[in-house]
């Protein structure tokens, strides 16, 4: 089964930092506010950060409760880019 969740958009979604290159950025966690091309925006409801999707192990927690973890680089380009771009590798 695929993982769909990468070309799902984030914002609303409940993210945590299991891994980045940058040790700052490890175990941060928080809510996506904004999703960009390169970038994902959490706030924890006090502050917001910027982290680069491209060198991040994120574990997404989903509306249902159930928890995945998801490599950053295959979150890369927008929601809709990640479609186009899903549907040529078929």
């Known amino acids: 089964m ?3 969740l990468a070309i799902c958009p984030l914002i609303g979604l409940q993210v945590k930092i299991v891994q980045s290159t940058n040790s700052s ?3 941060k966690a928080g809510r996506v ?3 960009t091309h390169g970038t994902l925006t959490l706030s924890d409801g006090a502050r917001s950060i ?3 999707k491209d060198v991040a192990i994120l574990e997404v927690t989903l509306p249902n409760g159930r928890t995945l973890q998801v490599n ?3 979150t890369i ?3 809709a880019e990640r479609i186009r771009r899903s549907k ?3």
């Open 25 to 27: 950025h490890s175990n």
């Open 77 to 79: 380009g927008h929601p």
């Open 33 to 35: 506010v904004n999703e």
């Open 2 to 4: 695929r993982n769909n």
């Open 72 to 74: 950053g680089k295959t």
């Open 88 to 90: 040529r590798q078929r």
């Open 50 to 52: 910027i982290i680069p």
